[in-house]
């Protein structure tokens, strides 16, 4: 990409339009990170079909928006009641809750903000650095290769996701077939249509996405709802302690930004993995931060850096799962998962076309990125302190506006009723699924990859006359393969050597 | 329920079963193309996915069988069970929803009727029901019928 493809993107952005969407992103994105339960993944969800409507310029300003406002806003809750609004901000509730009990609400909230730009801009800036390589590599990829990644993808989901490998593995392989139904994307010949017409087109990943993690996280949360801890939630807010300043001194700035530069890097790194969110990227940077620490002993009981260190690392890992979803058309979590979806509905298709024939939109969503990190910098200082308010709201009136939302919004994307139906479908699987611990990542990532899979196996065999070897003869293909044997093996391997150790203690 | 992963894990087996069985009896779905050898047919993933499916589903359930009870997922405490009550109602609510939206093709109509409903069974105050109804419903209007021009046919 030359620098007059920059110049032109950014003489694109500046549209009164785009900027308009990026702070009603950077709102929307604030609210629902700090309304504890509700994800930057259910934001994008279920903002997503309505920016189908928008030219995608502002469509992506107001979902990159969003996304880093709802990662950034996730600590306001974690330091205000000791709820994490999001996942990512976990780390932050063990440092900024023990601050604002300390009289130092504000400046948790200020550190929050702060360090979340510092994580979120390093991150862009790696991804403006490194995302035209590692598109250029991609120029050599084959089917094979393009299978061989897709595989990885899911095996990352399953092995890094935590939880139940053997479970994860049902849910990939449960994805993997929903992909399977609609035309047959060689042959093109019907599979599992049952004579549905809107089924020809296949199951549409936005309406599954909706009602996963829309509609069905609301149902759960209705299932799991705790009116004890709700009320002590209450509680908290009314205790209403005093804030103080919000902005951190100079002299604490020198000191943590040094660190911060260097989780920002590692969060990146973390990020660019797929599956690996922000909430492994806050816990893996956090726990590594207290032991290479000077004060690491303080952290966890109200440390200021180690405040920085969370805040830090869970906006750090935005600019890696965008590397590998621009590159390698691998979503590096849920969030990005939705947004190839988007882009797929814009006619895009992530990869080494994204450079070439998208070059300047391309470069327009990394500059959107940059500017949304700038725009919740000065949005969040400035309502630092009211932003508490956010917390007023009860959750039975966000469950009544995001079920209303989640039906609109699946229906708009192809105004189809089918879509609709399947959104809900999907809300009741979501219940079960949390009720019995699968999840859901294999699955969004099954249904997403599937056809990736299916088609680049098919192609690769096609071109090899049914040589299964051609896997792993072509160099690329074959370290991929490697590491999805890894990704596989290395669960099952750790669990036996636990249990052999178990037993030696016993 | 109090089998762990016994119930899902048939469940899975079973639905990896049926996708066999639906490619197996397809003439459409073959392994193998009819052009030329080793290349792979239409029913080719189906056939490995709906297996590994069954086998991973069967694998589950036999780790189930084998925990014995020893994982309860579902601890169905009073709070609980009073939740699932509201939850029921809910599903209910937006099955109604769907159904009246579909049958009558009113989509305004059957939104008023779903959010007075769902404010009903997530016990908000009068005031509040009415004043919720009319936001949203205004703002859906606005919003995707007015500002988007979206028809809400089925």
């Known amino acids: 990409m030359t620098a007059e493809t920059w110049l032109s993107a950014l003489q694109g952005l500046l549209q009164p339009s785009v900027i308009?969407?990026?702070?009603?992103?950077?709102?929307?994105?604030?609210?629902?990170?700090?309304?504890?339960?509700?994800?930057?993944?259910?934001?994008?969800?279920?903002?997503?079909?309505?920016?189908?409507?928008?030219?995608?310029?502002?469509?992506?300003?107001?979902l990159m928006g969003l996304w880093n406002a709802a990662i950034f806003a996730g600590g306001i809750t974690a330091i205000?009641?000791?709820?994490?609004?999001?996942?990512?901000?976990?780390?932050?509730?063990?440092?900024?809750?023990?601050?604002?009990?300390?009289?130092?609400?504000?400046?948790?909230?200020?550190?929050?903000?702060?360090?979340?730009?510092?994580?979120?801009?390093?991150?862009?800036?790696?991804?403006?650095?490194?995302?035209?390589?590692i598109a250029d590599f991609t120029i050599t990829f084959g089917a094979a290769e393009y299978f061989m990644v897709a595989l990885f993808g899911i095996s990352m989901m399953i092995g890094v996701a935590g939880g139940d490998v053997l479970k994860g593995l049902c849910m990939g392989a449960f994805g993997i077939l929903l992909s399977c139904v609609g035309i047959d994307p060689i042959l093109a010949c019907k599979r599992f249509t049952f004579d549905i017409t809107s089924l020809g087109a296949g199951i549409d990943f936005i309406p599954v996405m909706i009602g996963v993690f829309g509609l069905g996280e609301v149902f759960s949360q209705i299932y799991s709802r705790n009116r004890e801890a709700e009320a002590a939630e209450v509680e908290l807010r009314r205790t209403n302690l005093a804030l103080g300043r919000v902005l951190p001194t100079a002299k604490q700035m020198k000191a943590w930004t040094p660190r911060c530069l260097?989780?920002?890097?590692?969060?990146?790194?973390?990020?660019?993995?797929?599956?690996?969110?922000?909430?492994?990227?806050?816990?893996?940077?956090?726990?590594?931060s207290k032991k290479f620490s000077k004060e690491g002993d303080k952290y966890g009981h109200g440390s200021e850096e180690g405040l920085a260190v969370s805040s830090t690392a869970n906006n750090g890992v935005i600019g890696g799962a965008m590397i590998t979803m621009m590159t390698l058309g691998l979503p590096g979590d849920s969030v990005t998962a939705i947004l190839i979806g988007s882009l797929m509905?814009?006619?895009?298709?992530?990869?080494?076309?994204?450079?070439?024939?998208?070059?300047?939109?391309?470069?327009?969503?990394?500059?959107?990125?940059?500017?949304?990190?700038?725009?919740?910098?000065?949005?969040?200082?400035?309502?630092?302190?009211?932003?508490?308010?956010?917390?007023?709201?009860?959750?039975?009136?966000?469950?009544?506006?995001?079920?209303?939302?989640?039906?609109?919004?699946?229906?708009?994307?192809?105004?189809?009723?089918?879509?609709?139906?399947?959104?809900?479908?999907?809300?009741?699987?979501?219940?079960?699924?949390?009720?019995?611990?699968?999840?859901?990542?294999?699955?969004?990532?099954?249904?997403?990859?599937?056809?990736?899979?299916?088609?680049?196996?098919?192609?690769?065999?096609?071109?090899?006359?049914?040589?299964?070897?051609?896997?792993?003869?072509?160099?690329?293909?074959?370290?991929?393969?490697?590491?999805?044997?890894?990704?596989?093996?290395?669960?099952?391997?750790?669990?036996?050597?636990?249990?052999?150790?178990?037993?030696?203690?016993? | 329920m109090h089998k762990g992963d016994t119930i899902p894990g048939l469940l899975f087996a079973l639905l990896g079963a049926f996708c066999l069985c639906v490619t197996y009896t397809s003439p459409m779905l073959k392994f193998g193309s009819n052009t030329s050898d080793g290349v792979p047919g239409a029913g080719f993933f189906p056939y490995i996915m709906g297996s590994v499916l069954l086998i991973f589903g069967l694998a589950l359930m036999v780790r189930g069988i084998r925990q014995h009870g020893t994982v309860t997922y579902m601890n169905i405490t009073?709070?609980?069970?009073?939740?699932?009550?509201?939850?029921?109602?809910?599903?209910?609510?937006?099955?109604?929803?769907?159904?009246?939206?579909?049958?009558?093709?009113?989509?305004?109509?059957s939104l008023v009727l779903f959010a007075l409903y769902e404010n009903v069974v997530l016990r908000r105050s009068k005031v509040f029901t009415i004043v919720f109804t009319v936001i949203m419903t205004v703002f859906v209007w606005a919003l995707f019928m007015k500002g988007f021009k979206v028809s809400f046919g089925v």
């Open chain 1, 345 to 506: 509905m814009y006619g895009m298709t992530p990869g080494y076309t994204m450079f070439t024939e998208n070059a300047e939109f391309t470069c327009q969503i990394m500059i959107l990125m940059l500017l949304a990190c700038m725009a919740f910098l000065v949005v969040g200082l400035a309502t630092a302190k009211v932003s508490a308010k956010v917390l007023n709201v009860a959750q039975p009136t966000v469950w009544a506006c995001v079920s209303i939302l989640c039906v609109v919004g699946s229906y708009c994307i192809n105004n189809s009723f089918t879509d609709v139906v399947i959104m809900f479908i999907f809300a009741i699987l979501g219940v079960f699924f949390k009720v019995f611990n699968f999840p859901t990542g294999p699955l969004v990532l099954g249904l997403l990859l599937g056809g990736t899979l299916e088609s680049n196996m098919r192609r690769a065999l096609t071109l090899s006359v049914g040589d299964w070897s051609y896997f792993i003869t072509r160099p690329i293909s074959c370290v991929l393969f490697v590491a999805v044997l890894l990704t596989f093996l290395w669960p099952i391997g750790k669990a036996i050597w636990d249990k052999k150790k178990a037993a030696k203690q016993n």
């Open chain 1, 80 to 133: 205000l009641i000791n709820t994490p609004g999001t996942p990512a901000s976990l780390t932050q509730a063990w440092d900024g809750y023990p601050l604002y009990k300390q009289g130092k609400g504000g400046l948790a909230l200020g550190i929050n903000v702060i360090f979340s730009f510092l994580g979120g801009v390093v991150s862009i800036l790696m991804l403006i650095l490194f995302a035209q390589p």
């Open chain 1, 262 to 288: 260097i989780v920002s890097l590692a969060a990146t790194v973390i990020g660019a993995i797929p599956a690996a969110g922000g909430d492994i990227s806050a816990i893996i940077c956090w726990g590594n």
């Open chain 2, 78 to 109: 009073p709070e609980i069970k009073g939740n699932m009550k509201v939850l029921g109602l809910m599903v209910v609510g937006v099955a109604l929803y769907l159904a009246i939206w579909k049958i009558t093709e009113q989509f305004l109509v």
């Open chain 1, 20 to 62: 308009l969407y990026l702070f009603a992103g950077i709102a929307i994105g604030t609210f629902i990170g700090a309304l504890p339960g509700l994800s930057a993944t259910m934001g994008i969800a279920i903002m997503t079909p309505i920016t189908f409507w928008l030219d995608k310029t502002d469509g992506f300003a107001m």
